[in-house]
């Protein structure tokens, strides 16, 4: 049986943050989606005693004892996948009802990849460095659909030094067609060409991408707890040496881009993801595009401790063109922070700082709002006039 709608969660070794996230995702019901579990967990005892109590007749888990790199694991969860449309999300996340509403329309009318605002959802294991932030918020501004050109996004990007992964087509916190994935498995022999997968689909299905749409509304539940990436990076502990990261493959340093300073933080991973998308996919004219100066000005502004190391990548006119990078990046984060405030103090925002907040609870305030704003109706109106 071929289901609408995939959801895929490669785990490991984060048991009580999975069991949160299927407590929220089997209230979706089990019609028109399977949720794949794919677990490369040491030990999985307490998971499969857990789903054996779970009443979800689509809920598949699989589980793999070998160890694998995160893109290996990946690669398992979509190869078990059976539905028309692909949504990868972390163990420690979830997806609003309205996503599979927003997921048939994109059926109706041939959409291949969505991208969509999100939740943000703070555990309570969270440590912040810095300023409390809410434990749960999300945009309230009203609904608009855009058409996206994802060469132009990709070109974009380029330009960024791959530092943002927001508007790229892609399966991660996204929703891409499996037809997609497989163009791009077909094309350079796997659906995540690169070391970190989001962004190495991401780039990859850039390329192939007709019919892309963007809706800014809460569909997925973005959540971060202290062990994930985006917890390590709240608190400065996702960053160091390539060496003996379990995530990544052991000859990962040997084949990083000599641009790329080697180091294992978001900044860099990301980038070199993209290269190695591009040159998977046959791109590889794309990479002469790419501006390397933009990851050294966010390496230098970020992280003090590597200055020295990253100066060594920059040469005579590099130095001026890296500090452009560093005014612009300044000045668009110091804009984004007034236009937020503005907007926060307008009420343009939902904010939730109950700091025992549950997943599952952060989901049921995510979809009330939804429901209540009448999110669906327009989303039907608006694709009936705008995106076909």
Not at 107 to 130: H, K, Q, S
Not at 244 to 272: F, H, M, R, S, Y
């Amino acid at each position: 049986m071929e289901y609408l709608l995939s959801i895929i969660i490669p785990t490991k070794n984060r048991s009580n943050y999975l069991k949160g996230c299927l407590d929220s995702l089997i209230k979706l019901g089990d019609k028109d989606i399977e949720i794949v579990v794919q677990d490369n967990s040491d030990d999985n005892s307490q998971i499969v005693d857990y789903i054996k109590n779970i009443d979800h007749k689509n809920l598949k888990y699989y589980h793999c004892k070998d160890q694998l790199t995160q893109t290996e694991n990946s690669e398992l969860a979509v190869s078990n996948a059976t539905g028309k449309y692909i949504c990868y999300i972390g163990d420690d996340d979830s997806i609003s009802n309205m996503l599979i509403e927003a997921v048939k329309l994109m059926n109706r009318y041939e959409i291949e990849a969505l991208n969509c605002n999100m939740a943000t959802f703070y555990w309570p294991d969270i440590v912040f460095n810095g300023t409390k932030l809410p434990f749960l918020s999300f945009d309230k501004t009203k609904l608009k659909i855009e058409k996206i050109n994802s060469k132009e996004i990709l070109y974009k990007y380029l330009r960024n030094g791959f530092q943002s992964i927001r508007f790229l087509p892609r399966t991660y916190h996204a929703v891409i067609a499996r037809s997609i994935l497989d163009k791009v498995k077909l094309k350079s022999g796997k659906i995540f060409p690169g070391p970190s997968p989001d962004m190495a689909n991401a780039v990859a299905c850039s390329l192939v991408v007709h019919n892309h749409i963007y809706i800014n509304a809460p569909l997925i539940i973005s959540g971060a707890s202290y062990s994930s990436a985006c917890g390590m990076g709240m608190r400065g502990a996702h960053k160091g040496s390539l060496k003996g990261v379990a995530q990544i493959a052991n000859d990962v340093e040997e084949k990083w881009n000599k641009n790329i300073p080697k180091l294992w933080l978001g900044n860099t991973i990301w980038p070199e993801s993209a290269v190695k998308a591009l040159e998977a996919m046959g791109a590889g004219d794309f990479i002469e595009k790419m501006n390397w100066y933009a990851v050294y000005a966010r390496m230098l502004l970020k992280y003090g401790e590597y200055r020295s190391y990253t100066m060594q990548f920059i040469h005579g006119i590099g130095y001026l063109r890296v500090f452009f990078d560093i005014i612009s990046d300044v000045s668009n984060w110091l804009i984004d922070r007034v236009i937020y405030k503005i907007r926060f103090l307008r009420g343009s925002w939902y904010v939730n700082y109950q700091e025992n907040l549950s997943l599952q609870e952060a989901c049921e305030i995510t979809n009330k709002y939804l429901e209540e704003t009448g999110f669906y109706a327009e989303i039907m109106e608006i694709m009936a006039r705008k995106v076909r």
